[in-house]
């Protein structure tokens, strides 16, 4: 499903369209349909709510069209959001190494799909499951259910997770172990607030700093030194 939206402006990037991924398709269609059914039967007036719903869900589980520039001394963002924090530590997950992990906050009116910060091949899968602690605060990265992806890309690797937050019950994944990916290519989402987390090796130059605006595929967070 592509909607037009010429002159929109969505994370300062100017769009000509976008889509609605598949996981949308059930919110989107249910609420319409109460949406006609209120509308008919019990008048315009008790319409409005779930006419603004479906409208939110449309808005929710958009997927904007956009071009990445591919480079790989590149990171780009793995997510639309603000930058919470840019801490280093040491990675014992993958890359097994000092790092620096860049973390997202996704509020409920973000683009919530996930876009691969390079291009590389998924040697590293995981999901945890968890509880629901609020996105935004730092506990979330150990108690909440996430879904970790690791990267390589000759001997460049890095490690992106999505966190599920109180909101977001079902974190979804469009890949699996050993697929390939592009740089800015969609792997998947995290349904209603969230949170991603990029880490990378600590030589890697990072160009973001605690609250910056950020968007998935277009905003350069990272690079690699020479």
């Given at each position: 499903?592509i ?17 609605i ?27 409005v ?25 590149l ?10 924090a840019?801490e280093?530590?040491f ?8 790092a ?28 945890t499951?968890g ?30 997770i ?6 977001a019950?079902?974190?979804v994944?469009?890949?699996?172990l050993?697929?390939q990916l ?15 987390e ?21 905003t ?5 030194k020479?």
């Amino acid at each position: 499903m592509i909607w037009a939206a010429k002159g929109q402006k969505d994370d300062n990037m100017n769009l000509t369209k976008f889509k609605i991924v598949r996981e949308g398709y059930p919110f989107v269609g249910i609420s319409l349909v109460i949406t006609v059914f209120t509308f008919n039967y019990l008048g315009a007036y008790y319409g409005v709510i779930p006419g603004l719903l479906t409208c939110y869900f449309a808005y929710f589980f958009r997927n904007p069209v956009r071009e990445t520039s591919l480079d790989e001394n590149l990171l780009y963002s793995p997510a639309d959001g603000r930058v919470m924090a840019v801490e280093e530590l040491f990675d014992d997950e993958y890359l097994n190494a000092e790092a620096v992990k860049v973390t997202i906050f996704l509020s409920v009116f973000n683009v919530h799909v996930n876009r691969s910060p390079i291009c590389g091949e998924i040697k590293y899968q995981r999901y945890t499951c968890g509880g629901f602690v609020p996105a935004y605060k730092k506990a979330a990265s150990f108690e909440n259910e996430r879904h970790a992806i690791g990267l390589e890309n000759n001997d460049r690797r890095i490690l992106v997770i999505q966190i599920a937050g109180i909101l977001a019950r079902r974190i979804v994944s469009w890949v699996t172990l050993g697929r390939q990916l592009r740089q800015g290519e969609c792997y998947g989402m995290i349904k209603f607030g969230s949170s991603t987390e990029i880490i990378v090796p600590k030589p890697v130059e990072i160009l973001v700093k605690k609250g910056d605006k950020v968007a998935g595929g277009v905003t350069v967070i990272g690079r690699y030194k020479d």
